[in-house]
Nanobody, 120 residues
Framework: QVQVVESGGGSVQAGGSLRLSCAASGRMFVINDMGWYRQAPGKQRELVATITRGGTTNYADSVKARFTISRDNAKNTVYLQMSDLKPEDTAVYYC??????????????WGQGTLVTVSS
């Protein structure tokens, strides 16, 4: 019913920048929160940043002041602008859309992930 697709990953040198995009598509849906998560090899998936439909943001301490999450509700798209990338940012980045449902909790819809590799 609803799908999300990430794009924009790639390989960069430390100190570089990347902009990730995540577009949601489907029929008759409303997204509440959207978030970016990442998973490095051998590690648990962790929260990177979230944004509510009203624009309230939250960031992991490790990315504060370097990453910026934003969204375009008209396009059902969330972005993650990453700057001053560090090798420890290397991970598969996943987008999650929290889709509103009638009389039920939000449905978590996850994308397939996009790989970000930061070399020193």
């Amino acid at each position: 019913q609803v799908q999300v697709v990430e794009s924009g990953g790639g390989s960069v040198q430390a100190g570089g920048s990347l902009r990730l995009s995540c577009a949601a598509s489907g029929r008759m849906f409303v997204i509440n929160d959207m978030g970016w998560y990442r998973q490095a090899p051998g590690k648990q998936r962790e929260l990177v940043a979230t944004i509510t439909r009203g624009g309230t943001t939250n960031y992991a301490d490790s990315v504060k002041a370097r990453f910026t999450i934003s969204r375009d509700n008209a396009k059902n798209t969330v972005y993650l602008q990453m700057s001053d990338l560090k090798p420890e940012d290397t991970a598969v980045y996943y987008c999650c859309a929290y889709v509103a449902r009638l009389a039920r909790s939000d449905l978590e819809v996850w994308g397939q992930g996009t790989l970000v590799t930061v070399s020193s």
